[in-house]
């Protein structure tokens, strides 16, 4: 049964730092991982998907990165700033699962002016 | 292009009643993905239905159900609830989600928030 952990739960840190979040999943055999940004008592809003053949997907001030063998992927969040305060999640989607997709329980950014 | 719609927004029931949400995909989208959010659990699949057809299923109980309409429109069902089935129940539409679409990203709706007293 895939496992996703994401680490820290919580985050704080001051506007304009450069910050990284962490997600590993137990089950190798994924066909994609997506990164979502969820707003309080809002929907989830996809910031990037990396298929298992890539290793890293831009957007902006993203980076996501996937290590299919070690079961992680990071994502890095460069010159924070107080908007990008919201819950980061982080999910896989299985070979032969369509789309169904397994979700870490979240990283709850705060960041402050 | 209209994004993922969900109705109703807001939701109170009382124990033992049933309820049922709806789910319209964005124009086009023939995969839709039910997920269940509480603060205990997280995010939980419940099911996802393509071409009218249940693809996909989660470890919830039978009094979880869904269908999908010909035009994609998706409802789910819960009945006889519980006060544990107190939750934000988001859907999420796709293309296809088939190995041909990889680069498929998934489009959540503002979800249902259901309350059971």
């Keep these: 049964k895939q496992e996703v952990t994401q680490?820290?739960?919580?985050?704080?840190?001051p506007e304009g730092e450069n910050l990284v979040l962490n997600c590993s999943f137990t089950d190798s055999a994924i066909?994609?991982?997506?990164?979502?940004?969820?707003?309080?008592?809002?929907?989830?809003?996809?910031?990037?998907?990396?298929?298992?053949?890539?290793?890293?997907?831009?957007?902006?001030?993203?980076n996501a990165s996937l290590d299919k063998s070690s079961g992680r992927s990071t994502l890095y969040i460069?010159?924070?700033q107080p908007?990008?305060?919201?819950?980061?999640?982080c999910a896989v989607g299985l070979n032969n699962a369509g789309n169904m997709l397994t979700f870490g329980g979240g990283t709850?950014?705060?960041v402050k002016p | 292009k209209a994004g993922v719609t969900q109705t109703p927004r807001y939701l109170i029931k009382t124990r033992g009643q049933q309820v049922t949400l709806s789910c319209s995909p964005i124009s086009g989208h023939r995969s839709?993905?039910?997920?269940?959010?509480?603060?205990?659990?997280?995010?939980q699949f419940l099911f996802e239905y393509f071409s009218e057809t249940q693809r996909n299923k989660g470890n919830f109980p039978g009094r979880f159900s869904g269908r999908q309409f010909s035009n994609s429109r998706s409802e789910m069902n819960v009945s006889t609830l519980e006060l544990g089935d107190s939750a934000l129940y988001l859907c999420a539409s796709s293309l296809t989600g088939t190995?041909?679409?990889?680069?498929?990203t998934q489009y959540f709706g503002p979800g249902t928030r259901l309350l059971v007293l």
């Design chain 1, 7 to 13: 680490i820290p739960a919580a985050l704080s840190v």
């Design chain 1, 31 to 62: 066909y994609n991982l997506q990164w979502f940004r969820q707003d309080p008592g809002k929907g989830l809003t996809s910031l990037l998907l990396i298929q298992s053949s890539q290793r890293e997907q831009t957007s902006g001030r993203l």
């Design chain 1, 78 to 80: 460069a010159a924070s």
């Design chain 2, 32 to 43: 839709v993905s039910w997920y269940q959010q509480t603060p205990g659990q997280g995010l």
């Design chain 1, 108 to 110: 709850r950014l705060m």
């Design chain 1, 83 to 89: 908007g990008d305060s919201a819950t980061y999640l």
């Design chain 2, 99 to 104: 190995e041909r679409h990889r680069q498929e």
